[in-house]
């Protein structure tokens, strides 16, 4: 072979080695699959964050709503009083820790003594405190199996009364992608109904007088 043809198989087979390696290298196709996926990336990973930390939040308030009424109905039958009220709802904020002020909305608590009317089975309120009390004697919805009625004739049994707990809070989203979430916040609230424990109700004094009352009606 001459010297021209050794020179060019040689350019030949360079060419060639420099076409495979060409082919090979795939940083760049790395790149532009990067550019593509890293955002849809970040959002799905910002949006199990944020839905992660709204299940957290909303899984408190049910456990506030549930140590508030179960702290209340084991009152004892000389009644409940206001410095009871301020025990029982730091004992029930301390279970929002740490999703509380400043990084994240007060929560609304408040607490519901509910008669039940034997003769309508209308729950009305005969106590209330908290974040936003019930007035007096107002309407307040009652699951009809919690009412008790007598297994013959059906009727609504008298006396019965029951301590309701009703625990809210905004959950605003620090990112909102594609506003999955409302933009004012999503409400996350619950409710929890107790009996009392240690007397047929749980009567409320603003102050003791060491007398007993009856439970109202």
């Known amino acids: 072979m001459s010297g021209a043809m050794k020179t060019v198989s040689q350019i030949w087979l360079r060419a060639r080695r420099c076409a495979g390696d060409m082919l090979e290298d795939r940083s760049a196709v790395a790149a532009a699959e990067f550019v593509w996926i890293a955002p849809v990336v970040l959002v799905l990973f910002f949006c199990t964050v944020e839905f992660s930390l709204a299940v957290a939040i909303d899984r408190k308030v049910t456990l506030m709503a549930r140590t508030l009424s179960d702290l209340t109905s084991q009152s004892p039958p000389a009644g409940i009083f206001d410095a009871d009220f301020t025990n029982f709802f730091a004992a029930a904020n301390g279970?929002?820790?740490?999703?509380?002020?400043?990084?994240?909305?007060?929560?609304?608590?408040?607490?519901?003594?509910?008669?039940?009317?034997?003769?309508?089975?209308?729950?009305?309120?005969?106590?209330?405190?908290g974040s936003a009390p019930r007035a007096l004697n107002t309407t307040v919805p009652v699951p009809a199996g919690l009412i008790v009625t007598d297994p013959v004739t059906h009727a609504i049994l008298p006396g019965q009364y029951l301590i309701f707990s009703e625990v809210g809070v905004l959950f605003t989203p620090t990112i909102n992608f594609a506003n999955l979430m409302p933009a004012a916040g999503l409400n996350l609230k619950d409710v929890s109904y107790t009996r009392p424990r240690q007397a047929a109700c749980v009567v409320y004094q603003p102050t003791p007088t060491g007398i007993t009352p009856p439970c109202p009606t």
């Open 95 to 129: 279970i929002m820790t740490p999703y509380i002020p400043p990084l994240y909305p007060a929560v609304s608590a408040t607490i519901t003594e509910i008669y039940i009317d034997p003769a309508t089975g209308v729950g009305r309120a005969e106590w209330s405190k």
